[in-house]
């Protein structure tokens, strides 16, 4: 049970309005369930381990999307889909929408292994909501839709 801190706030909740009379408290960590961070923390701890030819990966990833349409987040749910949609096809994760940018503005492509570069957007998908998160994610969502379709 989380009690309010010393400033006498409810840390990692937010308030929804329900009716004009009463607030609702929703708990909320990285993604917007527990169960959705649960999922997640176990498919990054497997692909730490064992990369992208870790067992069961698309299932789980398939189980975190059905999650994610829960939570109704359209960019996390289309980002889930066409990520494991890339491992089938490819056996690997070698997608490149990560940019280094040099002092005068031109951006050079990153070279990342693949158990890096996913478990770097797996990372992201914990703090979706986060501004420059999102601007990430959606540069993976752009990448992968090019290389599959």
């Known amino acids: 049970m989380h009690r309010k801190d010393k400033n006498n706030v409810w840390p990692d909740c937010v308030f929804i309005r329900v009716n004009s009379l009463n607030l609702s408290k929703i708990e909320t ?41 829960q939570e109704q987040d359209p960019l996390v749910v289309k980002t889930l889909r066409l990520t494991y949609e890339f491992i089938e096809e490819n056996k690997s994760f070698s997608v490149q929408a990560q940019y280094e940018e040099d002092d005068e503005g031109n ?25 420059i998160n ?16």
Do not use: C, F, S, W
């Open 107 to 131: 951006e050079y492509p990153l070279e990342i292994e693949d158990t890096e570069n996913l478990v770097y957007l797996l990372t992201l998908l914990k703090d979706a909501e986060h501004k």
């Open 29 to 69: 960590t990285d993604m917007k369930t527990q169960e959705a961070n649960d999922k997640l923390d176990a498919i990054l701890a497997k692909v730490e381990k064992k990369g992208v030819e870790a067992p069961k990966l698309i299932e789980t990833l398939k189980d975190l999307r059905n999650i994610a349409l």
């Open 134 to 149: 999102r601007e990430e994610i959606k540069d993976y969502r752009t990448v992968l839709k090019e290389e599959l379709y």
